[in-house]
């Protein structure tokens, strides 16, 4: 069956029953790009997509997931073969940019400003999903996909005895009965085969969202005449990045789109900021000109060129299993959900679509069962990213503390994850024992900093403004991590490096409890003392200032990085 057409009316194909390779529930960036991916791996496969929504989709969909960082723009610009399209048709992404709250935020020159001045040495772009969909369904099409646009899937009967299980799918007038080996759900929040088998697992992480798209630019830098201020980043780099306004249990984004168009969210933890302050667009503008009145302000002077108003309530997720060797599969949102600062999900798609891909692979070639192995390293990688935002919001609007916490977040990414996927060996980890245990051990460590970034703002709520921190000129070892991830290193070297990277994160995660809680033991507060003995005699945070100790004595590592670039803050902290 392999004459396929990409059928966006939902009238030219179908009229039969069909037997496939895969049926790919669910059309979006996550089940066209895994389509494109299978068949860029094994071009005779029959694969069929089936959409719910008609195609094309508006350009600037209205859709989560406009924002790419390294894994996922690596992804589609290398593993897939698009980079044709992201450097023509989408926008260059100046990194991450966060204004930590100050005062009344109603001046951002006087903000903690975290962000690059120069351009990162790897790519990443920001995504017009809908631009981006259409191309994909028409790039998949272009490979053999079957792509049913406008039609559901009513019913599916997995049949993991049989050779093939059985799908219903509701056409234009009648039904079309699918025969396929495989399954794969990329439905996104429907979930459709999640919920079919009881899959769904719920996490802590419970956080609410409300955001809009906006036909206009609107460019931070324009919120401040100040020349110093606007020196400090090269002319109009600014607005190109992911810009983030953070504060005491909230962040708001604005991502620039390719088609001119703006998309602006608020992220709130409700134990802080409850979602009804902000679910509809009076009540979210009225909820920014409290919190963010410069963005408000930019809203308001162009509200008529407001194009639509979304909201997502507890919108993170898990499950309890992705992948099985019945040949049924769950991928993108489908899966797992956890939060879109970092931008997450389009990572955790590309990883997802790349082991799925090797699952039907390995398995139409006879080769040995993966699933187990591949869902656990999935499952792992899912929760490496969790621990980042599980009771964080609290830390957000602390300038200290959140700017600390990004770079180690970033230095997380590419350390251990980044470097394997780049690589491409979170497939072999069944037979790498070794990098598989370093994520394990980048996990712990992971979880215990996310653990000590709380304990610590709890402690110190010091405000801070007018400084500016460039991650790069505060850290000179960034650049190495983040290349790095792009090395090429045969298997024997890249082992060496990922055992390297872990010591590193040991390294870093001991300089943090050293220095903050040297500076806290001269603290007046007694809470905040405590808390500093605390850390030096509990077992792990301990053994970690112990590793940090030793092994800055051969490679020391500036600790400005913790104190906003402040290094006479940071002079006792060997003691």
Known sequence: MKSAQHDQQAGTRGQHDAEVDVLIIGGGIAGLT??????????TLDVMIAERLPHPVAEAAHKVGESSVEMQAHYLRTVLGLQEHLDGEQLHKFGLRM?????????????????????????????????????????????GA?????????????????????????????????????????????????????????????????????????????????????RRVPCGLRRLSTNHLMGHGYWVWLIPLSSGATSIGIVADPRIHPHSGFNTLDKALGWLADHEPQCAEAIRHDLGRVLDFRVMANYAYSAQQVYSADRWCLTGEAGVSIDPLY???????????????????????????????????????????LVAYEDQYPVLGNARVIVAKVIWDTIIYWAVPGLLYFHDRLRYLSEDLESLAALYR????????????????AVDSATACNVFADPYSLMDILIDLHTGMDAGLPPAELAAQVAKNVALLEQLAGQLFAVVSARLEASPS??????ARAW??????????????????????????ISLGTRAETAAEAG
């Open 34 to 43: 895994l389509a494109i991916q299978l068949l860029r791996a094994r071009p």
């Open 99 to 143: 204004f930590i709250t100050h005062g009344d935020n109603t001046d951002i020159a006087r903000r903690v400003e975290y962000g690059q001045i120069t351009h990162a040495p790897l790519p990443a772009y920001q995504i017009d999903r809908g631009r981006l969909e259409n191309y994909l369904a028409k790039k998949a099409a272009d490979l």
């Open 146 to 230: 079957i792509f049913l646009s406008g039609r559901q899937v009513r019913d599916i009967q997995l049949r993991p005895e049989a050779e093939r299980h059985h799908a219903t799918i509701q056409g234009e007038s009648h039904l079309v009965e699918v025969s396929p080996r495989w399954i794969v759900d990329a439905s996104g929040r429907a979930s459709v085969l999640k919920r079919k088998l009881g899959l769904q697992r719920p996490v802590s992480h419970q956080m609410n969202a409300s955001w809009l798209r906006i036909d206009t630019e609107i460019d931070v830098e324009t919120w401040s005449d100040d020349p110093d201020w606007r």
């Open 343 to 385: 931008s997450s999900g389009g990572d955790l798609m590309g990883i997802s679509n790349g082991l799925v891909t090797d699952l039907i692979i390995n398995a139409l070639d006879g080769g040995q069962d993966r699933a187990l192995i591949h869902n656990q390293v999935y499952l792992l990688l899912s929760q490496i990213w």
């Open 442 to 457: 980048t996990w712990e460590v992971h979880t215990r900093i996310q653990q000590f970034f709380r304990e610590w703002n």
């Open 526 to 531: 007694a809470e905040a003392r405590t808390q």
């Open 536 to 561: 030096r005699t509990e077992t792990m945070s301990a053994e970690l200032i112990k590793k940090y100790r030793k092994l800055n004595e051969a490679n020391p590592i500036d600790p400005s990085w």
